[in-house]
Nanobody
Framework: VQLQASGGGLVQGGGSVRLSCVGS????????MGWFRQGPGKEREFVAC????????ASANSMKGRFTISRDNAKNTVYLQINNLNQEDSAVYYC??????????????????WGQGTQVTVSS
């Protein structure tokens, strides 16, 4: 499975951004899809994930309320909506696909495929 993330860029603090990740080369609807982020000098951290059908989602406690994950299996695409951005949200955002059983996958090690990342930079 190949994943292509897009939608990042320079965003003003308090603004919003929607990231997209398109999958190809596999059966997209079979995978749990997740978003992670990695800031400078930091480890990759879990943001949110969504079950293969899209019926269940999970997000990191610190991300609840401002981050929303969704997917459109007909378009092989997963989205991450981020509202009320602040400078601490500046990071490279990665999408991943996990073949784990169940509805959720929150660990980096659970993901089989990764996109190349898209940079989000929040200005003050």
């Amino acid at each position: 499975v190949q994943l292509q993330a897009s939608g990042g860029g320079l965003v003003q603090g308090g603004g919003s951004v929607r990231l997209s990740c398109v999958g190809s080369g596999g059966t997209f609807s079979r995978y749990i899809m997740g978003w992670f982020r990695q800031g400078p000098g930091k480890e990759r951290e879990f943001v949110a994930c969504i079950s293969p059908s899209g019926g269940a989602t999970a997000s990191a406690n610190s991300m609840k309320g401002r981050f929303t994950i969704s997917r459109d299996n007909a378009k092989n695409t997963v989205y991450l909506q981020i509202n009320n951005l602040n400078q601490e949200d500046s990071a490279v955002y990665y999408c991943g696909a996990s073949s784990s059983s169940g509805s959720y996958a929150t660990r980096v090690q659970a993901y089989d495929y990764w996109g190349q990342g898209t940079q989000v930079t929040v200005s003050s």
